[in-house]
């Protein structure tokens, strides 16, 4: 039985790449920090199947312990500092978790295991200020946030470091990828949860930022097959996953509220006190290297991944399970 630990776990890909390696038969490992705020909702349904150990990406020697303790045949680097407005609040807290965080668990691995193979979950949030349309994993960086400059920070270490010790280390820069275990701090979550409370009348706006802005938007549970498919390969490259197409901050909104049977137009204002200090205006996936070599397809498209989400704040609403 294969050995994966997970940073991260309990956080939204954590989960689904938890259920996934289970799935096919692995023994799954993670790592919660020590802290009265961690919540296990989303792993609560398949809790009893995971072995969770207790680390911090800010303490090498804790990371060391839980790598000497599990011998992990892949390791997924998940944890991060991963909501982007709040990095520009704490950006050397980010810069530690998220950065100098991929480090220290590199260096672990190397130190304890260096035959394992190890996935760093990059962003597309490094392409920040595009240099081309649409991006690819040649595109150049421009990250235009702390959190995107963190980013860049642990995907350059995870190539060095690939480089300089020849570990099987890759990075999949991943487009944003959303499902109804987002947190609801996250846009796409706030959306479909305003959507859900105003539908039963519980509230009567939704206030928003930049309508206009474009994203790459994806399904979680299809993006965390992309990573266990790069771990699998013969040799370790970096992947761009993403849908390849690109839609507006506002097409979320339509679909949102027209899949409740509401007009978005009664409810939405745009408050520019939600506007990022500099904007991402409109990533763009090239996917088509993660096509040829890994054989992946996002499974899931846009509209069904909207309705997916304001279905699943419905019922949350209803005291349904989902």
């Known amino acids: 039985m294969k050995k994966a630990l997970i940073t991260g776990i309990t956080g939204q890909d954590g989960s689904y790449l938890a259920e996934l390696l289970l799935e096919q038969g692995y023994a799954v490992h993670g790592v919660v920090r020590r802290s009265s705020t961690e919540t296990f909702d989303r792993i609560a349904s398949f809790k009893d199947r995971l072995i969770l150990h207790q680390a911090d990406l800010l303490d090498q020697l804790s990371l060391v312990e839980v790598i000497k303790d599990v011998r ?54 490094m392409f920040g200020k595009v240099r081309e349309m649409p991006q690819s994993e040649l595109t150049p960086f421009y990250p235009r946030s702390p959190y995107g400059v963190a980013k860049a920070y642990g995907h350059y270490i995870t190539v060095n470091c690939r480089e300089s010790y020849n570990l099987f280390a890759v990075s999949g820069i991943l487009f944003n990828h959303e499902s109804p275990r987002r947190g609801i701090e996250f846009v796409t979550r706030k959306i479909t949860h305003a959507v859900a409370r105003i539908k039963k009348g519980l509230d009567r706006e939704l206030r928003l930022g930049n309508l206009e802005s474009k994203r790459d938007w994806g399904f979680a549970g299809d993006y965390v097959r992309a990573m266990w498919l790069m771990l699998q390969q013969p040799q370790a490259d970096d992947f761009v996953i993403g849908t390849g197409v690109a839609h507006s901050v506002q097409e979320f909104v339509e679909i949102a509220f027209e899949h409740a049977g509401l007009d978005w137009r009664k409810y939405v204002v745009t408050d520019p006190a939600l506007f990022r200090p500099a904007e991402v205006d409109h990533l763009l996936a090239d996917p088509t290297k993660a096509k040829k070599t890994l054989g992946w397809q996002p499974a899931v498209d846009f509209p069904h991944l909207v309705r997916m989400m304001v279905d699943a704040d419905l019922n949350r609403l209803d005291g349904k399970a989902g």
């Open 72 to 125: 992990p045949e892949e390791i997924y680097n998940l944890a991060a500092m991963s909501f982007v407005p709040t990095s520009w609040k704490q950006p050397v807290l980010t810069g530690e978790f998220t950065g100098l965080g991929v480090t220290r668990m590199l260096e672990a691995m190397r130190q304890v295991c260096p035959e394992a193979r190890f996935y760093q979950a990059s962003s597309s949030e």
